[in-house]
């Protein structure tokens, strides 16, 4: 699924209708890519949502970030398969077993389509959480950077592509785990853009300097005066300096 830098963008859709959805997709027209479904607008809309991204040609992140027994987690993952997601996720805290049976339920079920199987990535520790956080939320002799890692390791050893991470641990997730093991980074902010509510963020041009395959930009271009401007401007950005 590699590519071009902008078919490596992942821009979120994090708006709360299908109209404002679709218009955002209107604004920003062909050089965007890949777009990101989270829990806010799949939760109000369904996968309606989806399937009119699929219908425009797109190719989709579902963020949804699974949860739950193995077996349930299974299930999801073959339903996020049958709707033509390209990539998807699952909490890696969720334990190996649910991450195994994840993997494999997607591979059978685009086996069984006969379909291209989603990418399917491990979510590591939030990038709104700092190591402060990190140590007196979950009290881990670890550090945050050293769990991450850890975290990655035990995905690949479930059958997972990848890891959703900061790009902080780009380097140490590649060392750990191999040049074709998927790095999906959120917490992605041009050097012009607030960061928000992210703690461990880089540039997209840093981000992508130190080894990630994706990048997650939501807020910087969906609440754009112009969002087609603010992605012509990153991606500007990215080819003038990659």
Request: with cysteine; charged share 25%; hydrophobic share 45%.
């Amino acid at each position: 699924m590699l590519g071009k830098i902008e078919d490596r963008i992942i821009i979120a859709l994090d708006v709360p209708t299908f109209d404002e959805a679709t218009d955002l997709m209107d604004k920003l027209g062909d050089r965007a890519k890949l777009l990101k479904v989270g829990s806010q607008l799949f939760t109000s809309v369904g996968p309606d949502i989806v399937r009119e991204i699929k219908r425009r040609g797109k190719k989709l992140f579902l963020d949804l970030k699974f949860h739950d027994i193995p077996n349930t987690v299974a299930r999801a993952s073959e339903a996020a398969t049958e709707l033509g997601v390209d990539i998807f996720n699952v909490h890696v805290s969720g334990g190996l077993e649910m991450m195994r049976d994840a993997a494999q339920a997607t591979k059978a079920k685009a086996s069984e389509l006969g379909i291209e199987k989603p990418i399917v990535l491990g979510v590591t520790i939030l990038t709104s959480i700092d190591e402060t956080m990190f140590q007196s939320v979950l009290g881990s002799d670890n550090s945050l950077k050293d769990q991450i890692v850890h975290m990655a390791k035990l995905a690949q050893s479930a059958g997972l592509d990848g890891v959703v991470a900061s790009p902080q641990e780009i380097l140490l997730i590649r060392e750990a785990c191999g040049e074709d093991f998927v790095v999906l980074t959120p917490g992605v902010r041009p050097e012009w853009a607030s960061s928000d509510d992210q703690k461990r963020t880089m540039t997209p041009v840093e981000a992508f300097k130190a080894g990630a395959d994706y990048v997650v930009i939501g807020r910087p271009i969906y609440r754009a005066p112009e969002p087609a401007g603010a992605l012509e401007r990153i991606l500007k950005q990215l080819e003038e300096n990659l």
